[in-house]
């Protein structure tokens, strides 16, 4: 049995857990604040500000864990290279915990050290530097915080007249205590996709078949497996992934994005070292073993024998058009659970935000059936279930 300390506690988190127990583990679901979804179902909870170096600390001391799993990027990551050195295994590494909390660390090692073909993009510490490289960047672009992720502080800038408000906007949305945005060439991609990859201890490389998924303000509304891609396409993107994560090094299950162009192929985007939230699509049973699964074997360094696509596979997500601190209610459950080849899956999050996500629709087919169908019977269903 090993001692498992989990960095962020949201509904990726809560599988994960599942997995892990189902396998005899023992978790402590770290958050900062109380009830959060992985807490529910985990051996132990700790509610503390994961930001703060002196807290993990305290409670990295107090459990003594065997693994330490970061779940979200708002965690003062330069620590874990300490708790690395001092035998504690950190998923993927410490490395790659750090380099992929900021989009700086990560967009440069991909672009410039490994030569992958990237938006063009820049950086910028003021409103003035901002202004100086959409010059050279052009309209549209994407203006987003170095630290971030679901889309917060991300804006899509269509002229001159709006940076202003996304400088603003991205400073707000930033995460900790760096005031730094990074711009991007918009790409006028036909499609994106996450390819869900797994680094073994002792093992090869594993690809999941590619996921599909739509965005909206930055964050993922609906996700689709397998996603329909020109096969050349699929090829360059596994071999940016594998270079990729090699260079982050360590073993796990990571979702690594790009953008698809007819015309200009494969963009590399960002990835995440851990279990991705279009990923939610494999507990549909699209896959021999769903993504939380994969990410515990590649943790523990069990086997993973291979990978197989049992059936398609929709997600569409169920967002809160409420702010409220009460424990929110949900209607429409019959009008979900009369509809065949369909899950429901509530995180159980305490209170809400507008667009908080709180839950997701999962239908699945057999593999020759119609995947837009799928998409659209999804997206229906998760309509019928409102949060009040
Ligand atoms: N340069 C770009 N050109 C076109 N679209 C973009 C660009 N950058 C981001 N997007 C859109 O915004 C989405 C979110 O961007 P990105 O993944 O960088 O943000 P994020 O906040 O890290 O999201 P998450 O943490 O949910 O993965 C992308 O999936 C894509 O749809
Ligand atoms: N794109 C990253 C992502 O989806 N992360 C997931 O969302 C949770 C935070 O949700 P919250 O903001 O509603 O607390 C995180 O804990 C993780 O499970
Ligand atoms: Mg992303």
Redesign the pocket.
């Given at each position: 049995m090993k001692k498992i300390l989990l960095l962020g506690s949201g509904e990726l988190g809560k599988e994960f857990v599942i997995s892990a127990q189902r396998k005899g583990q023992h978790i402590i679901a770290c958050d900062s604040y109380a009830g959060a979804p992985a807490m529910q179902v985990a051996d132990e909870f700790e509610i503390f500000d994961m930001l703060n170096g002196e807290e993990l600390e305290r409670v990295v001391k107090k459990h003594h864990p065997d693994i330490i799993v970061p779940e979200i990027e708002a965690i003062r990551t330069e620590r874990l290279y300490d708790f690395e050195k001092e035998g504690i295994q950190v998923v993927p590494s410490a490395r790659a915990v750090n380099f992929t909390m900021n989009?700086k660390a990560i967009r440069d090692l991909a672009a410039q050290e490994l030569g992958l073909k990237t938006?063009k993009y820049f950086y910028a510490k003021t409103l003035e530097e901002l202004k100086e490289a959409a010059d050279k960047i052009g309209f549209p672009c994407?203006v987003?915080p170095l630290m971030?992720?679901?889309?917060?502080g991300?804006s899509l800038v269509k002229s001159a007249d709006e940076l202003e408000h996304a400088w603003e906007y991205g400073c707000s949305g930033s995460r900790g205590d760096i005031r730094e945005l990074i711009i991007?060439?918009?790409?006028k991609?036909d499609s994106?996709i996450t390819l869900l990859t797994v680094t073994q201890k002792n093992g090869p490389t594993l690809f999941c078949p590619p996921i599909g998924?739509v965005?909206k303000g930055?964050?993922?509304r609906e996700s689709f497996q397998p996603a329909h891609i020109d096969p050349a396409h699929l090829k360059e993107a596994e071999e940016m992934a594998e270079k990729v994560t090699r260079a982050l090094t360590g073993a796990g299950l990571w979702g690594v994005?790009f953008?698809l162009s007819h015309d200009n192929g494969v963009y590399f985007?960002?990835l995440?070292p851990r279990p991705?939230?279009t990923g939610m699509v494999t507990l549909a049973g699209t896959q021999n073993l769903n993504e939380f699964e994969l990410h515990l074997r590649a943790v523990l360094g069990l086997p993973i024998p291979g990978i197989k696509q049992e059936r398609i596979g929709a997600s569409a997500v169920i967002l809160s058009p409420i702010a409220s601190q009460e424990r929110p209610q949900y209607r429409g459950l019959e009008e979900v659970t009369k509809e065949e080849d369909t899950y429901l899956r509530i995180f159980g999050k305490p209170f809400t935000r507008v667009n908080r996500r709180m839950g997701v629709v999962l239908c699945y087919a057999p593999l020759d059936s119609d995947l837009d169908a799928l998409r659209d019977k999804a997206k229906r269903i998760a309509e019928k279930v409102e949060v009040h």
């Open positions: 989009r938006a994407v987003k971030s992720s679901s889309g917060k991300q991007e060439e918009f790409i991609f994106e998924h965005q930055g964050d993922y994005e953008f985007s960002e995440s991705h939230d």
